[in-house]
């Protein structure tokens, strides 16, 4: 059996609140308690509400934020024990915002080859080819390498915070939220592209959205997260023509419909997220799920398999009720 590229056991991610000066201190689990295993040329969509955890777990897994409990392994080694730079030139992180993530006063030349100066790779003739043969895959024309973030459009100056992290030449990118930004006319260039530099590269991706129209068209694996957990993870085929958990469900029927007369769909949710630092007992989402039944509200689901891989946290699966 293949080690997985990527390895997370146990993570948990505690912050400590406090309100006011005088305020008590409250413990908020962003994420709770998260295994999740990557290999060499996966595409993971994590998707979920706003306020899941998602970002937390991408910041856990780039290295930025050290777990409470649990423990990241990149090709085995765990990557607290590796130091910034290696692990910098090993997992890169496309941003979601393009308009923030670039410096205004560089230019765009300066901007992608920043990283291979950090890394002190090659010198400045060989730097200043490798920035234009990755201003060639991402498909960014030479005249702009001498331009400022300023004068390029949206979906140009997130070209460029790609071709950025790429530059190095990383085993694993985490996309967070990588078109949300960006002109639903331009969104679907962007997803081509990072397909098509998955399959140049040999590159393994992280996407975090809450677009499932996004990791329809780009993961190959699909995991749902609901306060600070992963409640189901899937092949992206089968997820969306079976989704198990009631959650996933619900979130497949939010996707909106040209039809006008078809409205807003009503999906039974409530309009109140359920506070991160005071979860529900039980299984979290059963205060807000249509299919809970006796014991939901004290029993702690387990993960059970889907008959077609993955899994699923339900007591619908665990009892035979689904």
Request: proline residues 7%.
């Amino acid at each position: 059996m293949i080690a997985p590229l990527l390895d997370a056991q146990g993570l948990t991610q505690t912050y400590h609140l406090t309100s006011g000066m005088f305020g008590k201190t409250r413990a908020l689990q962003a994420v709770r308690g998260i295994d999740l295993s990557l290999n060499r040329g996966d595409i993971l969509g994590i998707v979920g509400e706003s306020g899941c955890g998602k970002s937390t777990l991408s910041r856990m897994l780039l290295g930025l934020e050290t777990p409470t409990s649990g423990q990241v392994r990149l090709n085995g080694t765990p990557i607290g024990d590796m130091d910034r730079g290696t692990l910098s030139r090993k997992i890169q992180p496309i941003f979601q915002d393009p308009f923030s993530s670039l410096n205004p006063r560089k230019t765009i030349e300066s901007i992608i080859s920043l990283p291979l100066r950090l890394h002190k790779i090659g010198d400045a003739a060989s730097r200043k080819r490798e920035v234009r043969d990755m201003m060639d895959r991402v498909g960014l024309p030479n005249r702009v390498a001498q331009g400022y973030p300023n004068q390029l459009s949206g979906g140009q100056r997130q070209r460029v915070a790609i071709a950025r992290a790429l530059i190095t030449r990383p085993e694993i990118v985490i996309c967070d939220e990588p078109t949300s930004a960006l002109d639903v006319s331009v969104q679907s260039q962007i997803l081509n592209m990072l397909q098509d530099l998955r399959d140049e590269l040999n590159l393994t991706y992280v996407v975090i959205t809450h677009d499932l129209a996004v990791v329809q068209h780009l993961a190959t694996e699909i995991a749902v997260m609901y306060l600070g957990r992963v409640v189901e993870r899937a092949e992206t085929g089968r997820f969306f023509a079976d989704p198990q958990h009631p959650y996933s469900r619900a979130l497949l029927q939010s996707v909106m419909t040209p039809d006008p007369q078809l409205g807003i769909p009503d999906l039974g949710l409530g309009t109140a997220f359920p506070d991160p630092a005071n979860p529900p007992t039980g299984c979290a989402f059963h205060p807000r799920c249509i299919k809970r039944f006796d014991g939901c509200d004290r029993i702690a689901p387990n993960p059970v398999s889907r008959p077609d891989g993955g899994f699923v946290e339900c007591r619908l699966l665990e009892t035979g009720t689904h």
